[in-house]
């Protein structure tokens, strides 16, 4: 099974930092990656695809890149509707795996 | 508009079972895979079940697997989960979600519905 690690657990931020979150793969994925915010007492929303593609209706502050086994999500320019948890997720496989999740919190 | 409901959750005896739904509008239902996706309260998400468009392939995680059966019926656009022997650790919010299909993956979510098996 593919796990995924993601990293920080917790990260706070003010309204207009530059935020990174990190995800890495136990195995190569190539670019089967997504990312996900979840808000309390929603579901969760696609963000990005393909480990860089923006889903349609997502900000452009929203960027993701990388490959193989190391991901990164960065928003440009926090937002306060940005304040939420992300989850990296990879599709490379049968199954599906997702990070353990990231808690953008305001500082 | 793509909506996607569930329903089925509710309070469920250690050991019992449960058949969750999820009705899906507004898209071709037979033409896409879907998956079943669980949170336990106020931990992360967890992948649980997926089947192909028309019910001929199915993956599910290894900790469910005998016990949670996904299918559908293109018919009448449902899609279900038949849970058995639930234990305590199965409580969680389920979700459905839809696989778009090419390089994008799970873009579309019902609001969950949440099973709770405790005596």
């Known amino acids: 099974d593919i796990q995924m690690t993601q990293s920080p657990s917790t990260l706070s931020a003010s309204v207009g930092d530059r935020v990174t979150i990190t995800c890495r793969a136990s195995?190569?994925?190539?670019?089967?990656l997504a990312w996900y915010q979840q808000k309390p007492r929603e579901a969760p929303k696609l963000l990005i695809y393909?480990?860089?593609t923006l889903e349609v209706g997502v900000p452009s502050r929203f960027s993701g890149s990388g490959s193989g086994t190391d991901f990164t999500l960065t928003i440009s320019s926090l937002q306060p509707d940005d304040f939420a948890t992300y989850y990296c997720?990879?599709?490379?496989?049968?199954?599906?795996?997702f990070g353990q999740g990231t808690t953008v919190e305001i500082k | 508009e793509v909506q996607l409901v569930e329903s089925g959750g509710g309070l469920v005896q250690p050991g019992g079972s449960l058949t969750l739904s999820c009705a899906a509008s507004?898209?071709?239902?037979?033409?896409?895979?879907m998956h079943w996706v669980r949170q336990a309260p106020g931990k992360g998400l967890v992948w649980v079940s997926r089947?192909?468009?028309?019910?001929?392939?199915?993956n599910s995680a290894d900790f469910v697997r005998g016990r949670f059966t996904i299918s559908r019926d293109n018919a009448k656009n449902i899609l279900f989960l038949q849970m058995s022997s639930l234990r305590a650790e199965d409580t969680a919010v389920y979700y459905c979600?839809?696989?778009?299909?090419?390089?994008?993956?799970?873009?579309?979510w019902g609001q969950g519905t949440l099973v709770t098996v405790s005596s």
């Open positions: 979600a839809r696989r778009y299909g090419g390089n994008s993956d799970l873009d579309y």
């Open positions: 507004g898209f071709n239902f037979s033409d896409y895979w």
């Open positions: 089947i192909n468009n028309d019910g001929s392939i199915l």
């Open positions: 195995h190569t994925i190539n670019r089967w």
């Open positions: 393909k480990a860089s």
């Open positions: 997720q990879q599709y490379s496989s049968n199954s599906r795996t």
